[in-house]
């Protein structure tokens, strides 16, 4: 009797707490279009995110510019720092070796980002500028170091007359080390200057020189990303109006680039940076390249002449703003002039004489208040008269609601900007709740542009609880296509030893790539954009939040299939009919192939140790003659694909 209970009460505790449910997608019309573009990444050189991550450079302060020039050196023997002469005019500094023979030698070691990573046989290439004083020939030798102090991979070079003449050789790693450093040293008497002294993997995304890291490139394509917002974000806006960030600068030889500061060189809570700048060496030729790399839409962000709102109150005068307009209307000659244009030329010069048919262009981050307003009209009144084709967005401040969002939309309405630029950092709660933010927006204003979200909790781990809340406020972007016409998620890539910020998309060391559940959230949508929404409901009522759960639908008119998203944000299993109506031809035993991100501890994250706790998984089940089941897992996301006969 004991026994048959027991057995009764686990089979009641077995059954889901809902009843079943009965979705309903219609595809017999479409509702919206979706953009192709929608789903993209958002890059800022935030967490060592440019220098020390994405840009394979694994020098720090290779030309010595940085405010204590031997910040990330260990200088040994005669070495000093001068400005005389210098190599490159806009990064003069350069340092001036002595070989006297008298003590333990002369040289440096360079310590790169938190240790420099090497792989057992794998290849760096090592360069640097010289010029030896006396016109003589000099033998330097190099070396790649271990965490262990021990000797893992050489090479030598041999710097001859009194000019400055760049110098380079290949050194092969014997060992595979995340935290080595490099180190080089005169093995000849006699003075010779340095400068740019610079080391990358052979090996970066395409083989590019100058070139980026190939793991974490690998990760953003994989993505599939639409879109591509850069370079900020805060960066661009600078601590003061002198570090806004000057695209400008970031273009033309690598060397020559003046260096910025860093605005993410501390955080709120006063962790200090001191070594964290913006070489540009990922600059804006590299990000339009890496964007069409890709296969994602350029979105660059420029300055409107505000400082970051919340470390200042600089600003230019609104009459003084034509040189910062100029930068703008520079920018997209840039992008895609022709080569015989000033900037057109630029570009040409560097590689590329296609244009990179730029079609977006942000004025400002997070700006707020009547001075944003004041200083967007002139830069849209000169935009919109010499590049009517080119999208501008405006932006609605730093959160999604409250006073100066309020105060905002209403004049970006009346400028009539084409995007408006929302950012989302908000508890899971908030994204839940918001899924149907969009419902009821306005259509016959500007597009909205999530450009900033995440779902921040109390720790602020990359969980899946806070990944499928976003999943959740997804669906909310998708059923509302029609308006929300591009979302990327933020930031994009944090260092595991560097960070200023979490949550981030992607993390990473020297070594290794961390993809993190709210990234697998992002590619589910990247690799199912379709191209029209469907409607999609629950028992004759909107679906959102019923028993928590949240849906989207759209059709991939290409390919004829049907794309069902579903996020069950309970605990709970649920057991859902999803119909199709409107079929012409029954779809009796067509593959459902079903992409689901899942575990039963929505507090799990991926890390270095085990960076595959939360990953999707692939299945796939019948269909029956107009539709299929689904049984849906707690705390899961599921992405569900259906080719049909219409
Ligand atoms: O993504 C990090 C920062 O968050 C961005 O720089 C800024 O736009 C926002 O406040």
Redesign the pocket.
């Known amino acids: 009797m004991k026994f048959r209970a027991i057995i009764f009460l686990m089979a009641i505790c077995s059954q889901s707490l809902f009843a079943q449910k009965h979705f309903e997608v219609d595809v017999s019309k479409t509702v919206a279009e979706v953009q192709p573009d929608m789903y993209g990444v958002f890059f800022?050189d935030?967490n060592f995110g440019a220098d020390g991550g994405l840009y394979a450079e694994l020098i720090k302060n290779r030309s010595f510019e940085f405010d204590q020039p031997f910040v990330g050196w260990l200088p040994f023997g005669n070495v000093d720092v001068k400005n005389d002469n210098p190599c490159f005019d806009r990064n003069p500094n350069y340092v001036r070796l002595n070989e006297t023979g008298l003590r333990r030698g002369t040289g440096l070691e360079n310590e790169g980002f938190r240790g420099i990573g090497f792989k057992k046989n794998d290849s760096y290439r090592f360069s640097f500028y010289a010029r030896s004083l006396d016109g003589g020939e000099k033998k330097f030798g190099i070396e790649l170091v271990s965490s262990g102090e021990e000797v893992i991979g050489r090479g030598e070079l041999l710097v001859s007359g009194n000019n400055w003449e760049k110098y380079e050789c290949i050194i092969k790693s014997n060992a595979t080390d995340a935290k080595g450093k490099v180190r080089l040293f005169l093995k000849t008497a006699g003075e010779v200057d340095l400068d740019h002294i610079s080391m990358f993997p052979t090996e970066t995304w395409l083989n590019r020189e100058n070139g980026l890291r190939k793991d974490l490139v690998e990760a953003l394509y994989e993505l599939n990303p639409g879109v591509f917002r850069f370079p900020?974000?805060?960066?661009i806006e600078g601590n003061t109006l002198e570090t806004r960030y000057l695209w400008k600068n970031s273009v033309g030889p690598v060397e020559n680039r003046p260096l910025n500061e860093n605005r993410w060189n501390y955080t709120f809570k006063h962790r200090f940076f001191p070594d964290y700048y913006q070489t540009y060496g990922l600059g804006f030729y590299e990000y339009f390249l890496l964007s069409e790399d890709l296969g994602a839409e350029p979105l660059p962000v420029i300055s409107c002449g505000l400082a970051c709102q919340y470390e200042s109150e600089e600003c230019v005068h609104v009459d003084d703003l034509e040189p910062y307009i100029e930068d703008a209307v520079d920018l997209i000659e840039f992008a895609n002039g022709p080569v015989d244009s000033e900037w057109g030329k630029v570009r040409a010069e560097m590689g590329h004489p296609e244009p990179f048919n730029l079609k977006y262009l942000a004025i400002g981050?997070?700006q707020w208040g009547e001075g944003y307003v004041e200083r967007l009209i002139p830069f849209m009144e000169v935009l919109r008269e010499k590049y009517p084709e080119i999208k501008i967005i405006g932006t609605a401040g730093?959160a999604p609601d409250g006073e100066n969002f309020d105060f905002l939309w209403p004049k970006m309405t009346e400028l009539k900007v084409d995007l408006v630029d929302e950012?989302y950092?908000r508890s899971p709660e908030w994204f839940l709740a918001n899924a149907e933010r969009y419902d009821s927006y306005d259509r016959n204003g500007p597009k909205v542009f999530a450009g900033?979200f995440a779902s921040h909790h109390k720790t602020r781990d990359n969980n899946l609880r806070a990944a499928i809340s976003e999943a959740a406020f997804m669906t909310g972007l998708e059923r509302n296509a029609d308006i929300v016409q591009l979302a990327t998620y933020?930031?994009l890539f944090a260092h595991y030893d560097a960070w200023q910020?979490k949550p981030d998309m992607i993390w990473f060391d020297n070594l290794q790539v961390v993809r993190t559940p709210n990234y697998y959230v992002q590619q589910m949508y990247g690799h199912n954009t379709g191209t029209n929404v469907l409607s999609i409901i629950a028992d004759g009522a909107n679906i959102t939040g019923q028993d928590s759960l949240y849906a989207s639908a759209v059709i991939d008119e290409n390919t004829s299939e049907v794309i069902v998203k579903v996020v069950n944000a309970s605990d709970e299993v649920q057991d859902i009919n999803i119909d199709l109506k409107g079929l012409k031809k029954s779809i009796e035993k067509a593959e459902v192939k079903i992409t689901c991100l899942h575990s039963n501890q929505p507090e799990a994250i991926n890390t270095r140790e085990a960076p595959n706790t939360l990953v999707p998984t692939h299945s796939s089940v019948w269909a029956s003659e107009s539709g299929f089941k689904l049984k849906a897992l707690g705390n899961a996301f599921y992405v569900c694909r259906v080719k049909i006969k219409n």
């Open positions: 800022e935030i900020g974000g805060c960066i981050n997070e730093p950012h950092y900033e933020a930031p910020w």
